[in-house]
């Protein structure tokens, strides 16, 4: 809720700074719903691992600390007034400070006190095998995150091979760049830790990597009609993660543009740290969350003659697939040519998202630790500790749904290639990207079915 007042509500009138202060005295009730879930899902037995709620904890202190006055909620109003040219932008901040001191810290006092009752009856234990019914869980959650029916164990060994497939290629590039010491993941984690690589973590090198995204994003922009029969007109903007939610965000994210195009579609990056963007990472995360990625996607799914149902009932499976797949077709664009480090970049992060088959299954299948998960993803990845420890609790709170990239990528792929198969030369790749991804998010078994019946109509 901080996060969509802050960055996202358009504040353009008198009326829209209004509503703002109408949501921050909803704050309150909002919370109390959250905290009556919990009470709720407590009675079934349903408890969040100890180090969830500790996380939880911490992020909610961060949030409730400053004085009011100086609370993002506060300032974030007042900056919004000043830029639509409201009059006394600074009363609209004052007013939010005293809507921050009388509804937001109560409402977060009342939490921190349900989560700390929580806390005493929580246990270690990662997976959701510890919950009441949670191994058909887990299955139930396999089916809605990759629309199949997979057993964890074929996702497990599907996730190992992957794995070995994606660090022999990587190997290959550290070769041919010298790089020759060491398992794959010892020689990542010495070349991410190498100063020509990092970006100072200050407030100017924090600049120059929003710069130097910005910079990736207008890069591939002529090249999108080469390969998509549909370009959008929304635009999309970086931003930084808000330090207060830094704790608890992932690496990157995106959220969707509005219906009118009055607001951007938003490619998140999480800067608590800069050493875990080593520059030649950052190339992926951009192809990914912007495009040909997640903005392309979302923004030809929000035309106005696509399915508003597929976009509603989004298919994590095709949508995360789909930004897989689009790191992928970066490559066979020629955005990483002359680029070896920019390329390892990118088999870096396929190769994250196959360890997520073997970590995800790990935990919630194979009764691994967080610690345990934590270990193979270090050791195997050479990735910051930070980052692995933040992704890890992603997949322990939200079960399955990190094993729709690989699956996904896998399955769109595979539907390319039969079309290439019958179709040869025929293919316009650009018809078949807008086919792709002409129903928004729609589940990988009608995308698989509308694919054959498109390739049968250019035969």
């Known amino acids: 809720m901080p996060k969509l007042l802050a960055s996202q509500q358009m504040v353009l009138s008198a009326q829209d700074a209004e509503d703002y202060l109408a949501r921050l005295d909803a704050y309150g009730a909002a919370v109390d719903q959250v905290i009556a879930t919990i009470e709720h899902d407590r009675a079934l037995g349903v408890v969040p691992p100890d180090f969830i709620i500790e996380r939880a904890q911490a992020s909610l202190a961060g949030r409730s600390a400053a004085d009011p006055a100086d609370n993002a909620l506060a300032t974030a109003l007042g900056e919004k007034a000043r830029a639509a040219g409201l009059d006394a932008p600074g009363d609209w901040a004052a007013r939010a400070a005293e809507k921050v001191r009388e509804v937001v810290y109560p409402a977060n006092a009342r939490l921190a006190a349900a989560l700390d009752e929580l806390r005493a009856e929580a246990a270690s234990d990662a997976g959701i095998w510890r919950l009441p019914q949670g191994e058909a869980l887990y299955r139930a959650m396999i089916l809605h995150m990759t629309d199949t029916t997979l057993e964890p164990e074929a996702i497990h060994e599907l996730g190992l091979s992957e794995v070995a497939r994606i660090t022999a290629e990587m190997d290959a590039i550290l070769r041919a760049e010298g790089y020759v010491e060491g398992s794959v993941g010892e020689r990542i984690a010495a070349l991410g830790a190498e100063p020509r690589f990092l970006y100072p973590n200050d407030a100017g090198g924090k600049a120059r990597l929003l710069s130097d995204l910005n910079a990736q994003i207008d890069e591939i922009a002529p090249l999108l009609p080469r390969w998509f029969g549909t370009v959008p007109e929304q635009t999309v903007v970086v931003r930084a993660v808000p330090p207060e939610a830094e704790g608890s965000s992932t690496g990157g994210a995106y959220t969707v543009p509005s219906l009118d195009g009055s607001r951007p579609g938003t490619y998140w ?159 316009d790749i650009r018809a078949f990207h807008d086919e792709v991804l002409r129903d928004g998010g729609a589940p990988l078994q009608l995308l698989e079915a509308r694919i054959r019946r498109w390739v049968e109509s250019q035969q």
């Open 269 to 427: 990056i999480n800067l608590r740290d800069t050493a875990i963007w080593p520059s030649y990472k950052l190339k992926t995360l951009t192809y990914h969350e912007a495009n040909p990625g997640h903005h392309l996607q979302f923004a030809v799914g929000l035309r106005e003659d696509a399915s508003l149902m597929s976009n509603v009932l989004f298919s994590n499976a095709f949508g995360e697939g789909w930004g897989l797949y689009a790191e992928a077709l970066a490559h066979e664009m020629g955005l990483y040519a002359n680029d070896p480090f920019g390329d390892l970049g990118r088999l870096q992060d396929e190769h994250w998202r196959a360890m997520r088959l073997v970590v995800d299954t790990g935990l919630h299948a194979e009764r691994w630790t967080r610690e345990q998960a934590i270990d193979y993803m270090v050791k195997t990845s050479g990735a910051h500790p930070d980052d692995v420890r933040a992704e890890v609790e992603r997949y322990v709170v939200w079960p399955g749904q990190a094993l729709g990239y690989k699956i996904g990528m896998l399955e769109i792929q595979r539907v390319r290639r039969e079309a290439e198969s019958a179709l040869g030369q025929r293919l």
